[in-house]
T-cell receptor
Framework: DAGVIQSPRHEVTEMGQEVTLRCKPI?????LFWYRQTMMRGLELLIY????????DSGMPEDRFSAKMPNASFSTLKIQPSEPRDSAVYFC??????????????FGEGSWLTVV | GQQVMQIPQYQHVQEGEDFTTYCNSS?????IQWYKQRPGGHPVFLIQ?????EVKKQKRLTFQFGEAKKNSSLHITATQTTDVGTYFC????????????FGTGTLLAVQP
């Protein structure tokens, strides 16, 4: 089975531009997570969805960030307008059931974003 | 809020030496998971511990969950260059939640 698929793998964009990151979770998984990783802040949970519904977006840095999950097989994370401090690796991950129930999450390979 | 701290942040060992990373929480955890991230890669699940005092082994890796379920450790015996990477512990934020909070990670460097 295919793992979590993310695109693009790498993106370099200019400050002020809109960035859209895409994710296809593992088929059958009903939880989807967006994480951001930087040297300074480590792995931060930005938002997660259960059954396509956003459950907790308290980790989203500010209004410039938005995430959607229109169906069970697709999610987007959008940054508009982008700023240099948004440069990071953005990971999408999915899980079959609740983390608290003991299920693990599977990460995609990440989208490496550089904003210049 | 719940925090998961790991120590050390970085460790450099000679190949063949042992390595241990520790994870500590301010609150009781329902379970704890360990992940490994190779340089340039993504976190990959290693193991999950659920029971108080639980010990699990995977070849040269030994994982422990504290009796109070507030701390955990990962010990690698006789490190190899393939062990290089960052090791993260992760735990659900309190309650029935899907929020998996990752520790700060320990970067392991192994010199051949």
């Amino acid at each position: 089975d295919a793992g979590v698929i993310q695109s693009p793998r790498h993106e370099v964009t200019e400050m002020g531009q809109e960035v859209t990151l895409r994710c296809k979770p593992i088929s059958g998984h009903n939880s989807l997570f967006w994480y951001r990783q930087t040297m300074m802040r480590g792995l931060e949970l930005l938002i997660y969805f259960n059954n396509n519904v956003p459950i907790d977006d308290s980790g989203m840095p500010e209004d410039r960030f938005s995430a959607k999950m229109p169906n069970a097989s697709f999610s987007t994370l959008k940054i508009q307008p982008s700023e240099p401090r948004d440069s990071a690796v953005y990971f999408c991950a999915s899980s079959s059931q609740g983390i608290s129930s003991g299920n693990t999450i599977y990460f995609g390979e990440g989208s490496w974003l550089t904003v210049v | 809020g719940q925090q998961v701290m790991q120590i050390p942040q970085y460790q450099h060992v000679q190949e063949g030496e042992d390595f241990t990373t520790y994870c500590n929480s301010s609150t009781t955890l329902s379970n704890i998971q360990w992940y490994k991230q190779r340089p340039g890669g993504h976190p990959v699940f290693l193991i999950q511990l659920v029971k108080s005092g639980e010990v699990k082994k995977q070849k040269r890796l030994t994982f422990q969950f504290g009796e109070a379920k507030k701390n955990s450790s990962l010990h690698i015996t006789a490190t190899q260059t393939t062990d290089v990477g960052t090791y993260f512990c992760a735990a659900p934020r309190g309650g029935a939640t899907n929020k998996l909070i990752f520790g700060t990670g320990t970067l392991l460097a192994v010199q051949p």
